[in-house]
């Protein structure tokens, strides 16, 4: 039989299942055990099976602009129960801080008046808008959803890499691995105690209604998508129909009479929360981009007037900035009275004449970033740019340094991932998404592993044909039982929720299908409630 980790080689980088010395770490035991013993016949078998299941389930973006299955390996991401006790806070800390700051950035704007950042850090932003400023959501949210990538450095260590607080994308990816590794490894998820994703779309919709004006007790909720040429546009889809919500275009939706409406068969019908997928700029013609199609004209007029509430906040991409990153430590500080838990990456702010120099002088071994960047687009490291580019770089960050930032190149970690029949190292990153009702911050245990496929590449973003794995979060180890507990009865099951094999599940929802119809009472006249 084949090793399929034969040669597997040992990098600079933290490689997530082997240590230094090559043993394997303990939270990877189960699965490398797995790995090892199954044929590459049969693990080829199961990387197809998984391939046909995106497939059959339309999981696609778009290259170039041309539609293509989003690429899933067969090798999961692992983190232990004690690794997620410090990415759950750190995350759900720094989304509180996020929300602290959006709502003084467009109301009092305390963290100028008391020197924390500077005023022209909003004012030089390019999406802060002022004509968000005096805008409060109805129970404060402003970041229902976020995304905060991560990174772990050479020592092992979690950093934050970024933070996405207008439209973060990718969680569909999150519930679709969950569901092709869970069809092709059901021994693992019998084997192993694996947090379940799948309670995402119920957590989304209660924090959306929570989010829903006063007063309003059934709340209409819909999802806004640009349109089924959007790259996300699966993702809008998938959303709105396990939330059991309509997703609608701009051309669904109108205002009159101070109040957004959909238009149905049946006529108009209010909108009171709008999940929207379509940037700011988009959103509502009146306001912003005249020549939009995508928005609905006067939306921000009604979100102003308190009948309709915007999720994620119309203005929150300011804190998207990279350079408001840089003051993110500070604005934990400032606001919750804490030090953060998840540490920066150490950034240069370029806009500081003594960190433009340094950075100048030693172009040819960082990375710069653009300030309002995505998808990796803008970014250069240094080690690998030509004189040419580096040159051309050095004019552009004399010309506007208020755009740039630079960082030292972090290594990556590597997970094993399933190259031509053999596992070879690939560097990762981890988004973890966050969902905020208004009275908790509830961190998705796992998230998104993005994965760079060419060897040694270190940009990760599906954008520049990236892929993903599953990431698996343990629950803690199951502890033995007292000797006199042995033989009183089973407790219930308290605590984490664990993913149970598709077998199990398939035994549940029989049962669960039969009970429903045993105990449903008979339909009302009006028939077809649905839920």
């Given amino acids: 039989m084949a090793d399929l980790f034969e040669g597997y080689p040992a990098g600079a980088a933290w490689d997530e299942v082997f240590d230094r010395d090559g043993s394997v770490r303990a939270a990877y035991e189960r699965v490398h055990e797995a790995l090892v013993a199954m044929p590459a016949g049969e693990l080829r078998s199961r990387a197809e099976l998984m391939a046909r299941a995106y497939l059959t389930q339309g999981v696609t973006f778009a290259l170039a602009g041309e539609e293509r299955p989003f690429p899933v390996d067969v090798a999961p991401r692992v983190l232990t129960a004690a690794e997620w006790e410090t990415v759950a806070p750190g995350v759900a800390q720094r989304v509180r801080a996020l929300e602290a700051f ?68 990718g969680v569909s990816y999150v519930l679709s691995n969950r569901r092709a590794m869970a069809q092709s490894f059901p021994e693992l998820f019998a084997a192993l105690r694996i947090r379940p994703v799948q309670d995402y779309s119920r ?113 929150n991409g300011v804190a998207d900035d990279k350079l408001v990153y840089t003051y993110l430590p500070d604005l934990i500080r400032y606001y919750l009275g804490e030090d953060a838990i998840l540490p920066n990456v150490e950034t240069w702010r370029l806009e500081e004449p003594d960190a433009l120099a340094e950075v100048l002088d030693r172009l040819d071994e960082l990375v710069v970033k653009p300030v309002d960047g995505s ?92 892929g993903s794995k599953d990431t698996w979060v343990l629950g803690a180890p199951r502890r033995p039982l007292p000797a006199a507990a042995r033989s009183a009865p089973a407790p219930l099951p308290q605590g984490v929720p664990i993913d149970s094999s598709p077998a199990d599940q398939e035994v549940q929802v029989q049962v669960q299908q039969q009970q429903q119809a045993r105990w449903a009472p008979a339909p009302a006249g009006t028939g077809g409630a649905g839920c």
């Avoid at 022209?120 to 808008?129: E, N, P």
């Avoid at 004509?131 to 905060?148: D, E, L, Q, T």
């Fill in 102 to 169: 959006l709502d003084d950035v467009y109301g009092e704007q305390r963290a100028v008046a008391d020197g924390v950042v500077p005023r022209r850090l909003l004012t030089t932003s390019t999406h802060f808008h002022r004509a968000a400023h005096g805008i409060r959501p109805a129970n404060g949210v402003r970041v229902h959803v976020s995304g905060i990538d991560l990174v772990r450095d050479e020592q092992g260590a979690f950093r934050v890499l970024e933070d996405n607080v207008r439209v973060p994308s």
């Fill in 375 to 466: 998808g990796g687009k803008g970014l250069v490291i240094g080690p690998r740019a030509d004189r040419a580019q580096l040159d051309a770089l050095r004019r552009t960050l004399r010309a506007d340094p208020r755009g740039w930032i630079a960082q030292p190149v972090v290594q990556l970690s590597t997970v094993p991932t399933l190259v031509d029949d053999r596992f070879r190292p690939r560097h990762v990153d981890l988004r973890p998404f966050a969902v905020n009702d208004g009275d908790q911050v509830w961190v998705l245990p796992g998230g998104l592993t993005r994965v760079a496929l060419p060897e040694g590449e270190l940009v990760v973003n599906s954008s520049r044909g990236g």
């Fill in 203 to 315: 957590r989304l919709l209660a924090a959306l209604t929570a989010a829903a004006p006063s007063g309003v007790d059934e709340p209409t909720v819909v999802v806004l998508t640009p349109g089924v040429h959007n790259s996300a546009y699966f993702e809008h889809s998938l959303l709105a129909r396990t939330m059991g919500v309509e997703l609608v275009e701009g051309r669904d939706l109108f205002c009159a009479g101070g109040r957004v409406w959909m238009r149905t068969t049946h006529g108009r019908r209010r909108v009171d929360v709008v999940y929207r997928r379509v940037d700011d700029e988009y959103l509502d013609p009146v306001v912003f981009r005249a020549d939009s199609l995508l928005g609905s004209p006067g939306l921000l007029a009604c979100a102003r007037a308190g009948t309709v509430t915007i999720a994620n906040a119309v203005g």
